[in-house]
T-cell receptor
Framework: GAVVSQHPSRVICKSGTSVKIECRSLDFQATTMFWYRQFPKQSLMLMATSNEGSKATYEQGVEKDKFLINHASLTLSTLTVTSAHPEDSSFYIC????????????FGPGTRLTVL | AQSVTQLGSHVSVSEGALVLLRCNYSSSVPPYLFWYVQYPNQGLQLLLKYTTGATLVKGINGFEAEFKKSETSFHLTKPSAHMSDAAEYFCAVSDLRSSASKIIFGSGTRLSIRP
């Protein structure tokens, strides 16, 4: 099946710094990518939807200036957590939709962010 | 608007017993329905999905689910639980008919398997 990778898988940073997470579709072109956040023992909450070459659409309550999303190519989307704080510590998961088919999203393995 | 309700945040069954994880959905349009499994510190793996056609859907690892429109349900079952089935399971709904549509996840059910 289709593969989506995320890098890094785990990151620890100091409060106030910015962290970039990459999401790549390895064997298909992803016209749409999604970013989710998951707190411990909770479900996935959609943060934003990004379409290649256009601005991301953020869900209500998600600060677009804090969580910068760039979808510059059909195989890469990045999420930058700016001026990270301990409350941003979470598991971030991306998913990608194959441009040839709209009925399936492929999920990345997730990135564990810990802000000290 | 679409939503998903998973009944039971934690289900525990004995190895070899029937697994039943409940999911009810709400959707104003014909839904696409999914079950995903998540192992600790990992992403989501698709178990099965319903889009159109046959209402009984078979997935990986012996799991299956039945779409029942009259009950707005999409319960996940497996005849005989295995220790390796212990994980978090998420039911999800979407209207994936356009590139703007999203997948909405339920709150998840943690499945434990007793030896």
């Amino acid at each position: 099946g289709a593969v989506v990778s995320q890098h890094p898988s785990r990151v620890i940073c100091k409060s106030g710094t910015s962290v970039k997470i990459e999401c790549r579709s390895l064997d298909f072109q992803a016209t749409t990518m999604f970013w989710y956040r998951q707190f411990p023992k909770q479900s996935l909450m959609l943060m934003a939807t990004s379409n290649e070459g256009s601005k991301a659409t953020y869900e209500q309550g998600v600060e677009k200036d804090k969580f910068l999303i760039n979808h510059a190519s059909l195989t890469l989307s990045t999420l930058t957590v700016t001026s990270a704080h301990p409350e941003d510590s979470s598991f971030y998961i991306c998913s990608a939709r194959d441009g040839r088919s709209t009925d399936t999203q492929y999920f990345g393995p997730g990135t564990r962010l810990t802000v000290l | 608007a679409q939503s998903v309700t998973q009944l039971g945040s934690h289900v525990s069954v004995s190895e070899g017993a029937l697994v039943l994880l409940r999911c009810n959905y709400s959707s104003s349009v014909p839904p696409y329905l999914f079950w995903y499994v998540q192992y600790p510190n990992q992403g989501l793996q698709l178990l099965l999905k319903y889009t159109t056609g046959a209402t009984l859907v078979k997935g990986i690892n012996g799991f299956e689910a039945e779409f029942k429109k009259s009950e707005t349900s999409f319960h996940l079952t497996k005849p005989s639980a295995h220790m390796s089935d212990a994980a978090e399971y998420f039911c999800a709904v979407s209207d994936l008919r356009s590139s703007a549509s999203k997948i909405i996840f339920g709150s998840g059910t943690r499945l434990s398997i007793r030896p």
